[in-house]
């Protein structure tokens, strides 16, 4: 099967609204009136973005999903993408399940695949996405206002506490072990795109962004560009993540006591690797926003209406020196927390 | 260097036209009134479109041109682009070497780079352009008639002949040893897309496409999606393939005599590699189209005005039972030529 037989077969379908589809050297394409293009590009990297255990289908949709949230962030209506996708063989039955997941999550949302191309290399999936948003609503990183409240549209840490568990190497002699719910791991492989959220945060919203690295450095990014600072309450952060004592996560950095017996040692860890998960990994796609306070009860609607788990997890504050994230526990007391340690975590 | 230095350091620049350009999830941009947009996205893979010798600078300017290739062959104007980097490692000197390559050639056709992402993985560069075109002015494929004659737009060849040679082992005892000259090095590492002459074939070729994976595959495309036939005449292919006989290449499958001496073996072979070369090979990047002969005069007048050595090299005709492409010999005999040979060439 060539590379054309392949595109023909699996990822040509003729476009509805597109001025010329996929079948020449470019699509053609044309925001709404009054609208303008939101695009963004991301390239999924086996081994890095995804493990080998994820199911070609599950992959397919993760590629769109993954690339349909930054839209979102933006508020912006997915309407295009266009699929670069290397593989190091021609699997027929895994591209035609790969093909399938991508189809029905482009399928859910309406978006006509118009061009890309496939080619031989180690796997890497690269998609890129368009969506149609009025260029007056459009929601930023830079609006964020001192004031604000910050919300998070859903729960988080549990793609990270998955990943967590599905790399341990089962050994785990003497180790932490933690397992992941099958929920969980769902939430790791198969993130939803928030987009009827982000459509429905236009003119709600002051700031927004969706959480793809983690949920710290995602509020720096806010903060940074709205210039302000922001406070987050760890107990206020929405979690999927039961084995935990939550009590133990809103306490300041616990201290593993090296003479602490196995079951105190894992209960520190436990909650250690929770406030990780919470705070500074990935793949969570909820979007992160600011509203003004004023809001509030508008945004509790937007979210019941769409039966989201979200939540309200601090505030922004005035800036002082430099735009700044502060994470504060239990007891509102602020938190000793090294980004540069979380980005390490082992 | 974590990924946001190295997207800062490299590949930010504000955006003089989109609305929003990168440092948010998405850029924002749209068409000048009256247009669409062309949107086109090609990777290019180590060991697949590029060899480990080019140059970073030279591979940045690659990645542009290729894509901008693509929408040469629509007749649109570029605008903007989207970078995604993947990376084994973070080389500095490299990345410096290559955004340096990336800019000159960004910059030349006054294209925006308004998004992207960097990861880690084995080294590929997926690049999407966006450029602007009136809807009713786009080049496509659709439009050969019979009478139309086909035209290129700059030698072929070059690229697939001195890609042979950099591929050749160097040790050829007993086997054709070819050598490439340093211009031909430059066809295949630096091609140039030709976006003034999209530009102006505007209203002038019927259809178009651009040579990346050869002239005849190409020609199909152009035959198959205007349901006609084309006869290519092989002498009136321009090349600057010179240590060949261009007698021998008009020649109808010149057999290697297995009893010939070494130079009679030598020159038949050297024939047979540069009519694969014209024919098969890609990575050419000149534009392929057909317009009616009553615009002869002009289209040589467009190829003299941007000193291009493209030629008239063959004709639309009527379609037989199925769109074909024949390929006529110095005699005007057809050739026999087994496109499943050529693509296999070894």
């Known amino acids: 099967m060539t590379e054309f037989e392949l595109i023909e077969r699996f990822f040509k379908r003729r476009s509805r609204t597109a001025v010329l589809g996929n079948g020449d050297d470019c699509a053609l394409v044309a925001p709404a009136p009054g609208n303008v293009f939101a695009i ?7 081994g890095r973005h995804f493990l080998p255990s994820i199911t070609p289908g599950r ?4 590629a769109v999903h993954v690339n349909l949230s930054d839209l979102a962030a933006m508020g912006a209506a997915p309407r295009y993408a266009l699929l670069s996708l290397t593989l190091p063989e021609i699997d027929e039955s895994w591209v035609a399940a790969f093909a ?3 189809w029905a999550a482009l399928d859910e949302f309406e978006v006509e695949l118009v061009g890309g191309n496939t080619t031989r290399g180690p796997m890497a999936i690269a998609l890129t996405a368009l969506g149609d948003v009025p260029p007056g609503q459009v929601l930023t990183r830079t609006g964020a206002c001192p004031g604000d409240e910050l919300w998070v549209s ?4 549990d793609a990270g506490w998955a ?3 599905l790399l341990q190497d089962g050994d785990g002699a003497g180790e932490l072990v933690i397992t992941a719910s099958p929920a ?3 939430k790791y492989e198969c993130p939803t795109a928030r987009v009827a959220l982000g459509l429905a945060l236009r003119g709600v919203a002051s700031s927004c962004i969706d959480i793809s690295d983690g949920l710290l450095s995602e509020a720096q990014h806010l903060a940074s560009a709205s210039g302000v600072d922001i406070d987050i309450d760890i107990v206020a952060i929405p979690t999927g993540i039961t084995d935990v004592d939550r009590s133990d996560v809103g306490q300041a950095a616990p201290v593993v006591n090296t003479v602490a017996t196995g079951n105190e040692r894992n209960r520190i860890l436990r909650a ?3 406030q990780h998960c919470l705070l500074a990994t990935g793949d969570t796609y909820e979007l992160l926003f600011t509203a003004p306070s004023s809001r509030h009860d508008d945004v509790v609607r937007l979210l019941a209406a769409q039966d989201l788990a979200g939540a309200c997890i601090g505030r922004v504050t005035t800036s002082a020196n430099r735009p700044a994230v502060r994470v504060l526990d239990a007891q509102s007391r602020l938190m000793n927390i090294e980004s540069k340690g979380w980005d390490h975590f082992a």
Chains 1, 2 share one sequence.
Not at 40 to 46: F, G, H, I, S, Y
Not at 59 to 62: A, I, K, M, Q, S
């Open 100 to 102: 399938a997941g991508l």
């Open 154 to 157: 859903g729960p988080v840490g």
């Open 59 to 62: 992959l397919g949709r993760r």
């Open 184 to 186: 969980q791991i769902d």
């Open 40 to 46: 963004t590009t991301d390239t999924l990297v086996a």
């Open 272 to 274: 250690r690797l929770a």
């Open 163 to 165: 990943l967590t568990a």
